[in-house]
């Protein structure tokens, strides 16, 4: 995969990030690691390809939004959508969203996967595009300045990086919830204590 991206360095990971919001279950965390890896190895120009790579995210993530605004929860019947916006991954973001609002849309995208279906949802549910913009934009730049570093500085070790980050999916998940389970509990009991005084 590297040697494609050496060979088509801007073009490759332009297309590989773009392909995400079309529905591609390609990873977007995968070709900016390489695409790290290729600048510490002086096979691109840094500000070109982090130009390249906030572009590729974000268009990415503003296909997804416009999707599901002008499909709506009908997108399960567009044919090369079906595997990637299941019922049950629209139903799941939903919930997200529902519970967590613009909170469920920083997190997920600092979370490998994922992303696709919650962004989907926020054009669904209507929420403005400036709002949309205003929170993810920030997002997506210091996820691509964090993620091309990490290629840059470990990128002798990249099948192994890219190991972790596809197998620390769910670590980070169950990590997550763990912490916003104790922010919530914190919360409460703040709440209850200030009501006995």
Known sequence: MVGLFKEFTYLGIFVALLLRGLGFPIPEDVPLLIAGFLCAKETCSVG??????????????IICFSLGKHFGKQVHKIPILRR????KRLAKASRQY?????KALVITRFLPGGKTPLFFMAGTLAIPFKKFFLIDFPCVVL???LLIAIGWFFG?????????????????????????IILVSVAVIKKRHIREN
């Open 48 to 61: 070109l390809i982090l130009a390249v790579s906030i572009t590729g995210v974000f268009i990415a993530d």
């Open 84 to 87: 990637v916006i299941t019922e």
């Open 98 to 102: 529902h519970l967590h609002g613009k």
């Open 143 to 145: 996820n691509v300045l």
């Open 156 to 180: 002798d070790h990249l099948d192994l990086i890219i190991d972790v980050f596809e197998k620390s999916k769910w670590f980070t998940l169950t990590a997550l919830a763990a912490a916003a």
